[in-house]
């Protein structure tokens, strides 16, 4: 029942792997990580989804949130994600209009 | 070398003082310690004083009420308490033992007394005494910080009653007091708090918003608390006011809201269902038309015996983009139909450590209850809902709209 948070740069952009739970009680721990990388810089972000076992209203809201952070530097914010749990759920909200979404993150880079 | 000692030696300068009293007390002899005790010199006290003269007043009402009665029928007296008067009004804590000695025909000549020093044992008595003193301060001290404590818990306890009494206040401001009687529909509600001390996220409402037509909608804050409270109560507002508009309409006008309202700061955004009816009295029939922001597909139960999500045209989750398009859906609710609409608090509730309800399992209980009145289907879904292992996460909100039969 927790998140799991990891970021490293590959291909000029940067690659944040998230684990575990996005939920009302993680979601701000993941929103940290995300204004943080963008204060120091960095505009054009990657987030894993593929070890994300859970993904609620809140979660969604902070991805938006980070992607409007990053659009206001002109960068980007582009999703990893097989899971059909999770694509349904992007699906449902409309966001496969609005996040670019990869199979895996070389194809992300 | 053989050491020797002297009798007399040994009775001047024993560690204990020695006195021999006539049987009025008068001192007829006595030993240097105990003159050193005392601070007297042999002189002063040989047939001068009495035994009573060396104690304090107290010392001496003991002496004659009890320590002298005593010897006289027993003949001795062991381990008296006593005090004695230093020449410099100091005082000196004795132990006293005295023995009666008697003549060949029995009369009492003399008193024989031993005097041990006390002063260690009174120390200790006192330190004792003192230690009790002080665990009872101790004791009263921790009785007060437990009354204090008590106090502090209750206060605690006070506010936040009070504080929960406002937020469900809050909370109920947010949600219908009870749905309307809307002719030719039978409609139930349901909704769950995951947290009683944090404002939820859920929202629904039914009203009128002509002669024939109804609206509702329900929707689903990401977030909670009170920043989500306020873009709740936002989205009602917004979307009662946009209702007579097409569906469509109104959740594009809270969009732009949103999207507007929260551009800067903390993003918010909502996901939503938004419909009107307008039931036929003479069919008996309800025609629906509806649009979703984002939003989980309501599930369309018929009579007949099947259940099936109606997924609309996906209208993006509310507030994220400055403009969208909700394309509106329609269906016809025959008699016995319910439309059932719910959050992603139901879909995605936690059945145990691994596994979430999902949308078959709703489907699956929803088939049972197709024909069933809509309370029913609303009452078995909140009992599916209190009975998983895992106490809920997030906030659920049920709404089923049926074509009365």
């Known amino acids: 029942m927790d998140l799991s948070l990891t970021t490293r740069p590959e291909g000029g952009r940067t690659v944040v792997e998230v684990g575990g739970e996005i939920d009302v009680y993680t979601a701000p721990k993941l929103r940290e990580t995300i204004v943080s990388l963008v204060d120091a810089g960095h505009y054009d972000l990657v987030v894993d989804l593929e070890r994300v076992e859970f993904l ?13 952070r990053v659009r206001t530097h002109d960068g980007s914010l582009s999703l990893v994600c097989t899971q059909e749990r999770l694509l349904k759920i992007f699906r449902i909200t409309g966001l496969t209009k609005v996040f670019e979404i990869h199979p895996d993150v070389a194809s992300a880079i | 070398m053989i050491v020797t000692d002297s009798t007399e030696e040994v009775y001047e300068t024993a560690p204990s003082g020695h006195l021999s009293t006539t049987m009025d007390g008068t001192i007829v002899k006595i030993n240097a310690t105990l003159l050193g005790w005392l601070g007297l010199t042999r002189d002063a006290v040989i047939g001068r004083m009495r035994f009573a003269d060396l104690l304090t007043i107290g010392g001496r009402l003991y002496n004659e009420t009890h320590l002298a009665p005593s010897l006289r029928m027993q003949g001795a007296v062991s381990g008296i308490a006593l005090e004695l008067k230093r020449d410099d009004g100091g005082r000196f804590p004795v132990l006293v033992s ?29 330190e004792l005494l003192r230690g009790r003193q002080v665990a009872e301060e101790a004791r009263q001290q921790a009785d007060l910080a437990r009354h204090e404590a008590e106090i502090a818990h209750r206060q605690a306890e006070a506010d936040r009653a009070q504080l929960q009494d406002a937020l469900s206040v809050l909370q109920q401001a947010l949600l219908p007091e009870r749905l309307p009687d809307v002719p030719g529909l039978e409609t139930a509600s349901y909704y769950h708090t995951a947290s009683a001390i944090q404002l939820g996220g859920d929202f629904y409402d039914l009203f009128a918003v002509d002669q024939e037509r109804w609206g509702f909608f329900l929707g689903d804050v990401c977030g909670k608390g009170p920043a989500a409270a306020a873009v709740t109560s936002l989205a009602r507002y917004t979307l009662r006011a946009a209702a007579l508009h097409d569906p469509g309409s109104a959740l594009a006008a809270l969009n732009a809201l949103l999207n507007e309202r929260f551009a800067t700061g903390d993003p918010r955004y909502c996901t939503a ?45 509310l507030g994220i983009l400055p403009s969208g398009e909700f394309p509106p859906t329609q269906l016809l609710l025959e008699p016995g139909d319910t439309l059932l609409l719910y959050t992603d608090g139901l879909t995605e509730a936690r059945v145990d450590e691994d596994e979430f309800y999902g949308e078959q399992a709703l489907r699956t209980l929803a088939l049972r209850y197709a024909g069933a009145p809509a309370s029913e289907l609303v009452e078995a879904l909140s009992e599916v809902l209190t009975s998983f292992g895992v106490p809920l996460a997030d906030d659920t909100a049920l709404l089923a709209l049926r074509a009365t039969p």
């Open chain 2, 98 to 126: 005295s023995v009666v000695k008697y003549d060949e025909t029995g009369e009492p000549v003399l008193i024989r007394t031993t005097v041990f020093d006390a002063q260690i044992r009174r120390a200790y008595e006192e």
């Open chain 2, 273 to 317: 269902v938004f419909g009107t009816l307008r039931p036929d009295p003479d069919t008996g029939q309800v025609a629906v038309e509806f649009a979703s922001g984002g939003h989980p597909p309501p599930l369309l139960i018929r009579a007949g015996g099947t259940a099936d999500f109606v997924h609309t045209t996906d209208g993006t989750l």
């Open chain 1, 56 to 68: 609620d209203s809140t979660g969604l809201g902070v991805l938006v949130g980070g992607l409007k």
